[in-house]
């Protein structure tokens, strides 16, 4: 076994490596870029090494520094966890040719699956099934044209190399063909340094169902079981999960073999994924080889009692493989979510920013938390904006699907917004609960997994305030330190009569005002022309109960001096702002005149120029940030006067790009 190990990651996936290095005793070396000096790989690691600027192309991507790391600090392997530099050829050939291994596949094996095209004319010679469609060498857009009609509609645009949905675009008629390639190659060539495109026959109303793949160096290869990843929004998984409830005996068995002969058909070393698309009736089809760990691996260690990572180490280091496909024992089901700093209901626009609060659930049995960032961290700009993975195990999908929803209920997240409301309401949706969900069905009916505009019933607001009053008299009585005395209640109290205060909450820049008279649990409480009282609330373990109107009810909720977050009883999570009783409001002084960057990023298209009339909802310019094309549109009629951003300027946040005329 290897005694130092340099992990050419960064964030959750370098934790990871480093966790199972640790426990097998293994020394661990960590790289860097200017943004990650105080990460928490770095500060995990036993030596960590500075490798350049913040931008990937400035440092993770740069086989040179890492390799002269390697070299530098004695490092006897290179694991490249997911992403970055883990499925280059050529970095996996320099690694070899200097004597360090690298921890997966050879670089002949990436080669034949780094590219779809090849990848699927190889498995076409293996009798492994394949979609229909067009794989070929000649990338002209007017012979693309063609063979996309030869291939029919509708039909899918894919980059040739990388992955992860970047680049992929569905086309329903030629119409549509032109604008969607050269958008589809713009994304390509920024994100895989690759334009070329393959088109498939788009199956609709697909499932995305993939198997776990191991190779050694002794000839034998497995599988680990499947994995079912049929929650996406634009091709990005959101939930993954083992085994998949579509799947029965017979079928699992025929994928199975099918991976088995695509991994052999490239003399497959380490961990692999075979990646099936599944129609309806249950015909299957290779999709891609992803010639390393994926994300989504815990879900399989989960229910196979395995540590993947560990067998990475020991097939690079030349050891068998420590089981056999008979010895494969699958227990119980496993799910995992992603928790991002985004914003699903502004289109999942990526967050940045600090972690002022980050509650997780506490490691368990039936929870596991994988992360690269603690409270007080920062998401950056340059990176993915993934705060933490979230795992669930029980003995069967509808438990395991309720310790998801207690998990997600029980974290928090404060600084970037987060995904987590959303991720409540996709657990609970019936497409989920009762496994019928396809990899479109997000994108279809995406504002049922969205917050919106939702309001607060009054008993919402009204346990809100009740878990407010609590929460302020407890704090003015331990700073008083006499509980008894008068001024040991925060309760407004009057000589001759009751106290009245005023409970301010905000909920999506809505406020809410609630009225309070009482103290010690018990309450008047006044919202508008609604009333409730309460009686015996008490804060205790993560909830509040109380009688409302003389009704006994528990509701799941924390509260402290800024917020108040609770759910309801259908399981909606509200996170109520605390705001002063009284308070002046400016009025928004933008009057729709102006496009903003959003968030800090490139300008890879400009659409529009001064003097140009344009309508609202007008796409104006493209920029991309967080590895995503944004596009900002026109928030109203009228005619631009001023643009002020080209094409490939990198722009900071709240820059104004471009101005409206006055109306």
């Given at each position: ?9 960064r964030?959750?996936i ?80 320099i ?44 990338q ?26 970047k ?16 958008s ?13 495109m393959?088109?498939?026959r788009?199956v609709?109303?697909p499932r995305?169902i ?6 050694d ?33 017979a ?13 052999k ?25 992803n010639?390393?760990?994926q994300?989504?691996?815990p879900?399989?260690?989960?229910t ?20 056999t ?10 799910i ?8 699903p ?30 409270e ?13 993975k ?17 998990a ?33 069905y997000l ?19 009204f346990?809100?305030?009740?878990a407010?009053?609590l ?15 008068p ?13 009245k205060?005023?409970?301010?909450l905000?909920?999506r ?16 409480l ?15 373990d ?27 009883a ?19 002084a ?39 094309e ?14 002020n951003?080209?094409q ?16």
């Amino acid at each position: 076994m290897f005694e130092r190990v340099l992990i050419a990651n960064r964030g959750e996936i370098a934790c990871r490596v480093i966790r199972t290095c640790r426990r097998l005793g293994i020394h661990t070396i960590a790289v860097y870029s200017e943004a990650d000096r105080d990460a928490q790989h770095v500060r995990l690691a036993d030596e960590a090494w500075p490798i350049g600027g913040p931008r990937p192309a400035d440092s993770y991507l740069r086989g040179d520094a890492i390799l002269d790391v390697a070299k530098r600090t004695g490092a006897q392997a290179i694991h490249p966890g997911y992403g970055f530099l883990s499925e280059n050829t050529d970095f996996a050939r320099i690694c070899t040719d200097a004597g360090i291994a690298f921890i997966g596949p050879r670089p002949e094996s990436i080669d034949a699956m780094g590219s779809k095209a090849a990848a699927k004319a190889l498995m076409e010679q293996h009798a492994v099934p394949l979609v229909p469609g067009y794989h070929g060498a000649n990338q002209d857009a007017a012979h693309l044209a063609e063979q996309a009609v030869q291939t029919g509609f509708p039909l899918m645009i894919k980059p040739a190399a990388g992955g992860g949905g970047k680049g992929m675009r569905i086309v329903r008629d030629a119409a549509e063909f032109a604008d969607a390639l050269a958008s589809a190659q713009r994304e390509a060539a920024s994100s895989f340094g690759d334009a070329r495109m393959i088109l498939e026959r788009y199956v609709e109303h697909p499932r995305h169902i993939e198997f776990q793949v191991f190779g050694d160096t002794h000839g034998n290869v497995i599988h680990l079981n499947e994995r079912e990843c049929s929650a996406q929004r634009r091709y990005q998984k959101v939930l993954e999960e083992t085994p998949s409830p579509f799947l029965d005996d017979a079928r699992r068995q025929a994928m199975g073999a099918a991976a088995i002969a695509a991994a052999k058909a490239v003399d497959y070393v380490g961990a692999g994924t075979v990646e099936f698309i599944v129609a309806q009736s249950g015909e299957f089809f290779f999709m891609e080889m992803n010639t390393r760990l994926q994300v989504e691996h815990p879900v399989t260690e989960m229910t196979l009692g395995l540590d993947l990572v560990e067998w990475q180490l020991r097939v690079a280091a030349g050891q068998p493989l420590p089981l056999t496909q008979d010895q494969v024992h699958s227990h119980g089901h496993a799910i995992e979510v992603r928790l991002y700093a985004e914003d699903p209901d502004q289109n999942f626009l990526p967050g940045s920013g600090k972690l002022q609060t980050l509650r997780l659930p506490a490691p368990s049995r039936h929870v596991r938390l994988d992360g690269g960032v603690i409270e007080g961290d920062s998401v950056t700009i340059f990176y993915d904006p993934m705060i933490a993975k979230l795992i669930v195990w029980d003995e069967n999908r509808q438990q395991a699907l309720q310790r998801l929803r207690e998990a997600l209920a029980a974290s928090e997240i404060v600084g970037p917004k987060s995904n987590i409301g959303f991720l409540e309401r996709l657990a609970r949706h019936p497409a989920v609960v009762e496994g019928r969900i396809d990899t479109g069905y997000l994108d279809r009916h995406l504002d049922e997994f969205l917050v919106g505009d939702v309001s607060p019933t009054d008993g919402v607001l009204f346990a809100a305030a009740t878990a407010a009053l609590l929460h302020d008299e407890y704090s003015v009585s331990v700073t008083a330190g006499d509980p008894h005395s008068p001024w040991a209640r925060a309760d407004a109290w009057r000589i001759g009569h009751a106290g009245k205060r005023i409970i301010a909450l905000t909920l999506r820049e809505q406020r809410h005002d609630i009225e309070a008279h009482g103290h010690s649990g018990n309450y008047q409480l006044r919202h508008g022309e609604a009333r409730c009282e309460v009686r015996g609330a008490r804060l205790l373990d993560g909830s509040l109960s109380a009688r409302f109107d003389g009704e006994s009810l528990r509701v799941p909720l924390r509260a402290d001096a800024q917020r108040v977050l609770l759910h309801d009883a259908n399981g909606q999570r509200y996170r109520f702002t605390r705001a002063v009783a009284f308070a002046w409001e400016a009025k928004d002084a933008a009057g729709g005149n102006q496009v903003i960057a959003p968030m800090p990023g490139r300008i890879v298209l400009v659409k529009t120029k001064a003097g140009d009339v344009v309508e609202q909802g007008q796409e104006l310019l493209v920029m991309e940030a967080m590895k995503m094309e944004l596009a900002l549109k026109a928030p109203r009629a009228g005619t631009i006067e001023s643009v002020n951003a080209t094409q490939g300027e990198f722009v900071e946040a709240d820059a104004v790009l471009v101005r409206f005329a006055d109306a």
